[in-house]
């Protein structure tokens, strides 16, 4: 809400921010060509970045469920949730699913405590789609078991008003074309984590939110490579720029939206890079055991998994992972550290 009441929040645009907006802009005028020649390739793609969205963004809040268990929790099957964190991650599933299968319409404070109630569908206590009744406070854990308090959100008597003058001031915003559709989203993204809703789920319904509304505005990346994974990756970073941009927020000084800004359009950017590598490494004509090797040798971390591989390139069994992790294996290339489902790989 506050990132839309001074002008002066959102305007000028630093350089480095509109680059970054130049560079996503041409790169998402390429997406309707992608999904005109191939289809076959994009469809595999959005099937992983959906189990790459669900499993990241769980993970980013510390919900953890076995490799083996993923299937299982992504698909519609009933009385699947064996423990609380399954019920979560089964719960956000069914949340993206939402977003994805239809067009919920324009986001408003409906669509936010529904897309809650589906997070928290299948967990009990949880109090789904209800905003919080008490104040809470956001707070880091530290190793040594210390915590510190970051910030105090907006008071529960006022986070229903603080919520719908978020939804009008935004839609408001785009609907006026003051500011670059992505600029916009930046700072709703970054106002929900401040006002900090619910009792729980905040981060994974703002995320949430901030996939749909680049939909809306027209950038569909997500649906093909996983921002939630960009973000795992780069978690220390989030939090860093969510607390760079949070400084002011609360006192009604003028706070600084745009090291948040400038992280999100960089993890935005990066998700159009890797869609269009995976679309040239589709398009060239590569058997899947050449795709995977390349991956490996060049591309995969100095350690990795058999799952970290599926991820990074879609669409191939792990039948033909494991085919060439042996034959790189037998050159030297690449030695094991364990056996099965649990063994990592690295380069030699």
Not at 38 to 50: H, K, V
Not at 53 to 77: F, N, Y
Not at 160 to 177: H, K, T, W
Not at 321 to 331: A, F, N, S
């Amino acid at each position: 809400m506050r990132s839309f009441q001074r002008a002066s929040t959102l305007d000028p645009v630093p350089a480095v921010v509109v680059q970054s907006l130049r560079r996503i802009d041409r790169a998402a005028g390429a997406e309707s060509r992608y999904i005109d020649r191939m289809p076959q390739l994009l469809d595999a793609l959005r099937a992983q970045a959906r189990i790459e969205s669900i499993t990241a963004s769980s993970a980013i809040e510390g919900v953890l469920v076995d490799d083996a268990r993923v299937p299982k929790l992504v698909s519609s099957a009933a009385g699947r949730a064996r423990n609380r964190s399954e019920a979560e991650f089964a719960g956000y599933s069914a949340a993206l699913d939402y977003l994805n299968k239809g067009d919920p319409g324009e986001v408003n404070v409906g669509l936010i405590l529904h897309l809650h109630r589906l997070l928290f569908s299948l967990t009990e206590g949880r109090d789904g789609g209800a905003f919080k009744s008490e104040d809470n406070l956001v707070v880091d854990h530290q190793p040594d078991g210390t915590s510190t308090v970051r910030f105090a959100p907006v008071s529960a008597q006022e986070t229903p008003f603080y919520m719908e003058q978020l939804v009008v001031r935004s839609r408001d915003a785009i609907e006026r074309g003051e500011h670059h559709p992505l600029i916009v989203t930046a700072a709703f993204a970054l106002d929900i984590l401040c006002i900090h809703p619910f009792r729980d789920g905040n981060g994974r319904v703002a995320r949430l939110a901030t996939t749909y509304l680049l939909q809306r505005a027209g950038y569909g990346v997500g649906r093909y490579v996983s921002l939630e994974r960009f973000i795992y990756d780069t978690r220390d970073d989030y939090y860093a720029s969510l607390g760079a941009s949070t400084a002011g927020w609360f006192d009604d000084a003028h706070h600084d939206v745009w090291p948040w800004t400038r992280y999100l359009l960089e993890r935005l950017d990066d998700a159009y890079a890797r869609l269009q590598e995976r679309v040239a490494a589709g398009s060239s004509g590569a058997t899947k055991q050449d795709r995977v090797r390349d991956h490996i040798l060049l591309n995969a971390p100095g350690t990795f998994t058999i799952a970290e591989v599926r991820r990074a390139v879609p669409g191939v069994s792990d039948n033909t992972i494991r085919l060439v992790l042996t034959g790189l294996k037998r050159e030297g290339r690449i030695a094991s550290d364990g056996t099965g489902r649990a063994a990592t790989w690295r380069r030699t």
